[in-house]
């Protein structure tokens, strides 16, 4: 839902929020310009990826041009040394870290302070490899370049806060700035190799599909947010948003009906932005901006040999759940379609009512699907009616004993 606290017309780039920074704010990229709320606090110059940290003296963001600060009352440009663009900042162990663009430089200031002295910094030295990201993680920095991801624990020393953990290099880089994200105790980034990787090059946690995808891609990004308690992981294409639930280990497509995309572009704190500078929150009903929401899912079966015969197609929800005594939801439709040929194609959508309010014991079935042949049975199912949906399986051919 709209939260009715736009960030002028977007896009948002990027949100930022946390306890005990500038009074828990809510911060974003909005466009050109540095948002706290709905108010315009400075322009920021710059066409890359933002990223956006913050401590107890305030905020620092970055668009991959000059890095800018700003301490709740003023917004200003970070002097930075030989005035050179900066392409991600973050925070970590009380200090500022910014990577110097096109290089394998980054640069750390004092704890709690907003400076960048000439010679503090230091380079990524197992490979001549530039810098695109970074993260904190666990009080150990997290520095990824274009060919390997290092590893730099904080030592706790004034002079190098920060060291190399020899033996600790991944060899797989990072796509580009704005592909890393924390997610759960771990780290997960896009390769160099447009693989999904979480915490080593080894646990791939993408597809052939989803890879080719993303290889076709001109963007990409990461972002978490969760649901229900369960973090989850979004990874945004040009045209898609395909997310991933670490608890079952399932990408799903989250996409704004009657949109190319999803709505949203980047998350922090609860809140969404949104490509029109709108911000946005998970609501407690079953429309999406005031329109349809559909939830949709698959079920199939290989088949190798000869023709099956399906006699019936189950599902195993929680009908009789609807909110509505009268209208058109009073009796929900839920719908399936099959395809012959394993998702190349599709039949027509077939309806069945999900239960009138208090129908537990409502099943949902189909009958007489006829005869499945190789590759696959495959049924799609689909709700766009605003009433709850949980699913436990889908199954075919079960007995017909009974009672309805």
Known sequence: VDRAANMGAGPVRQ????????????????????????????????????????NDTGIMVSAGGPLYTYDGTTFAAVSFPDSAPVIKVIEGASRFIAIRSGSGRFYWTPPLQRTFGALDFATAES??????????????????????????????????????????????????TGCATTFGPAFA?????????????????SNPGLQERLAASTTASLFTFFIDGTEFLALRMDAETQVYNQRTGTWSEFETYGETNWAATCHAGGVFGSD????????????????????????????????VP????????????????????????????????????????????????GQYRKRIE?????????????????????VPLRVS????????????
Not at 343 to 355: A, P
Not at 393 to 404: D, K, L, Q, S, T
């Open 127 to 176: 490979e001549a490899d530039q810098l695109l990201d970074a993260l904190f993680v666990d009080d150990i920095l997290i520095l990824f370049g274009r060919e390997t991801v290092e590893f730099w624990p904080n030592t706790g020393d004034d002079n190098l806060p920060f060291q190399p953990l020899e033996g600790r290099v991944l060899e797989r880089g990072i796509r580009a």
């Open 310 to 357: 399906i006699f019936n197609l189950r599902l195993r929800v929680n009908p009789g759940q609807t909110p509505f005594l009268s209208g058109a939801y009073a009796e929900p439709i839920i719908e399936m379609r099959l395809s012959p040929d394993a998702g190349q194609t599709w039949g027509n959508w077939k309806g069945t009512f999900l239960g009138a309010q």
């Open 15 to 54: 949100l930022y929020k946390r306890d005990g920074v500038i009074g828990g704010s809510l911060f974003g990229v909005s466009g050109s310009t540095l948002y706290q709320g709905t108010t315009s606090r400075g322009a920021v110059t710059g066409s890359g990826a933002v990223s956006i940290a913050g």
């Open 366 to 386: 189909w009958r007489g699907l006829g005869l499945a042949s190789a590759p696959a049975f495959l049924t799609e199912i689909r709700l766009t009616d605003p």
């Open 393 to 404: 399986g889908v199954f075919i051919n079960e007995p017909y004993g009974g009672r309805v």
């Open 276 to 307: 029109d500078g709108r911000t946005l929150e998970w609501s407690d009903g079953f429309e999406e901006l005031g329109g349809v929401l559909e939830r949709r899912f698959r079920g199939g079966l290989p088949i190798n040999g000869g023709g």
């Open 189 to 205: 980034w896009v390769t160099d190799q447009n693989t999904v990787c979480l915490q080593d090059e080894n646990t791939v946690i």
